[in-house]
């Protein structure tokens, strides 16, 4: 899958700054095909409409924060297998081993620079 023509990918973050960042950083990687949301339920509304490849999540939105939304989509048969990346600035060892027993594929801690997430997206995208 060449990640400039076909990958699409959803952004989750309550803060438009982050989003903001998020989506200039999959621009500088080429990453043309992505849709945006404020809030965990409000993706999932989304995403049970509209699939994509992988989800770029912030942890902590009110509602149902991003390991929710994890949770959520793997529960439902549309969405099982999109890939998912937590993005966080404070991740804790109880934070990961949840992720990976629901399905957590990577973790970029904030502040990130483009190239580690390119490396994060990529290292994803190998496994769909």
Same mark, same amino acid.
């Given at each position: 899958m060449s990640l400039k023509d076909s990958l699409r990918v !959803? $952004?989750?973050? /309550?803060?438009s700054t982050s989003r903001g960042i998020i989506t200039q950083s999959l621009?500088?990687?080429?990453?043309?095909?992505?849709?945006?949301?404020n809030s965990g339920q409000g993706a999932y509304q989304?995403?049970?409409?509209?699939?994509?490849? !992988? $989800?770029l999540? /912030?942890?902590?939105?009110?509602?149902m924060d991003?390991?929710?939304?994890?949770?959520?989509?793997?529960?439902h048969q549309v969405t099982q297998r999109v890939g998912f990346i937590l993005v966080t600035g404070k991740p804790t060892p109880e934070m990961i081993q949840v992720?990976?027993?629901?399905?957590?594929n990577n973790i970029v801690r904030k502040p990130f620079t483009v190239a580690t997430m390119k490396q994060a997206i990529e290292q994803v995208v190998g496994r769909l």
């Amino acid at each position: 899958m060449s990640l400039k023509d076909s990958l699409r990918v !959803m $952004v989750v973050d /309550d803060m438009s700054t982050s989003r903001g960042i998020i989506t200039q950083s999959l621009d500088e990687i080429g990453i043309k095909n992505y849709m945006v949301e404020n809030s965990g339920q409000g993706a999932y509304q989304k995403l049970i409409q509209t699939p994509v490849h !992988m $989800v770029l999540s /912030d942890y902590n939105m009110p509602g149902m924060d991003g390991l929710g939304l994890l949770k959520a989509l793997r529960s439902h048969q549309v969405t099982q297998r999109v890939g998912f990346i937590l993005v966080t600035g404070k991740p804790t060892p109880e934070m990961i081993q949840v992720g990976k027993q629901i399905g957590l594929n990577n973790i970029v801690r904030k502040p990130f620079t483009v190239a580690t997430m390119k490396q994060a997206i990529e290292q994803v995208v190998g496994r769909l």
